[in-house]
């Protein structure tokens, strides 16, 4: 591996909140931009830890929600990094609600997101190279790359409409 390779547990970050009424929908849920909102930050913390640079957000893969979040659970949002290019970097963000009542724990959604470092002149900049250590890493490695190629091409066939 690279020099000046991290180690996924080097920037995994770890984000708990709890959902007060301020957070729901029309339908008294917690309203998914909500979700969405603080998925990003845990997910751009773990790019920012991993890069020791500012990073923005330049691609969302689907998200989607499995199970609604509750008024009053607990919600926790865990990023890591899965993928680094050059200057861009895939995070895996796994979303968690605890009713606090009852201890019952529900996954509620996973979604990745990828990240590009930007250096002060706000123009990206090369990322450390991620060194996946554990069977799952290099598992979850080898399936960002895989959406990595995709993203790829499918920017190519946007750019040739």
């Not at 609600?97 to 019952?104: F, H, I, K, R, Y």
């Not at 990322?127 to 069977?135: A, N």
Request: hydrophobic residues 40%; glycine residues 8%; without cysteine.
């Amino acid at each position: 591996m690279a020099a000046g390779a991290k180690r996924v547990a080097d920037s995994r970050v770890t984000l708990a909140v709890l959902m007060g009424p301020t957070e729901a929908n029309l339908r008294g849920f917690v309203h998914g931009g909500i979700i969405m909102k603080l998925m990003d930050e845990a997910g751009g913390s773990a790019a920012m830890r991993h890069s020791g640079r500012q990073a923005v957000t330049v691609a969302v893969d689907q998200v989607t929600f499995r199970e609604p979040i509750q008024i009053g659970d607990l919600v926790t949002f865990q990023a890591g990094l899965t993928y680094t290019g050059r200057s861009s970097m895939e995070v895996r963000i796994e979303v968690n609600a605890q009713n606090l009542l009852t201890g019952e724990h529900t996954h509620t959604n996973t979604a990745y997101f990828v990240y590009v470092a930007l250096g002060d002149d706000g123009k990206p900049v090369a990322v450390p190279p991620l060194r996946p250590e554990t069977p799952e890493e290099k598992q979850r490695w080898d399936a960002a790359q895989e959406r990595q190629a995709y993203r790829l091409a499918q920017r190519e066939k946007e750019r040739r409409v």
